[in-house]
């Protein structure tokens, strides 16, 4: 399949061809609900954690005798029914959310949203973008410039999340240009996941050619020594 590639100013300068096994897949929610929200479980951070009787502090002394007082009988001021001790069956922040999610699962996950957004028109081919300085200025003329591309005015003028900027290697002008708008992220095509794909309106790959190989990359799994020795 051909798509068409626009300059950053907004003409279109060429066509791209897109491989199906990446542009081309039959959508499966199931696959990309599994794969998203084992990646935000992998990302979870306990935070909450609260002392058991063995983590607060004091108690090592009886607090009176066992007998003979008229009192109810404690071996402990850390015991959970005290006011300042330990509490039992707490949140601790040990837990461990993380969720098994095979590479294959997580790159067919990828192109089945790809494809989605592809069909859906949110996808941006773009030859390359080059800004001489980090100047905020030049990246609203970009974004400006590319919204007039017919399907994708929203790219300049929704509020939050309105796209995605990948570009084939790291570039810091780019990054600080486009640093100011918080509804713009720019990053490198190889780190490019699920989840960053779904959080963002728009797409736009930059320098299609190695993008997109970059991110057809993404389904080799690497041979481990087991294998090669076979």
Known sequence: MEVAVYSQKGKETGKASLPASVFGVSWNADLVHQTVVSMQANARSPIAHAKDRSE??????????????GRARHGSRRSPIWV????????????DHSKKINKKMKAKAL???????????????VDSIE???PKAKDA??????????KGYEGVATKRRNSALILIPKNDL???????NFGNVEVDETRNLNVLDVLTYKYVVIVDPKKSIDSIEGKQKVSVGKKDKKK
């Open 56 to 69: 607060v502090r004091g108690g090592g002394k009886k607090p009176w005798k066992q007998k003979g007082t």
């Open 84 to 95: 300042g001790g330990g509490v039992t069956h707490g949140p601790t922040k040990n837990r």
């Open 111 to 125: 192109y089945t949203v790809l494809s989605k957004k592809l069909n859906d028109q949110e996808i941006l081919f």
């Open 131 to 133: 800004i001489a300085d």
């Open 140 to 149: 609203k003329n970009i974004l400006v410039a590319l919204s007039k591309v």
């Open 173 to 179: 002008v780019v990054k600080k240009s486009f640093g």
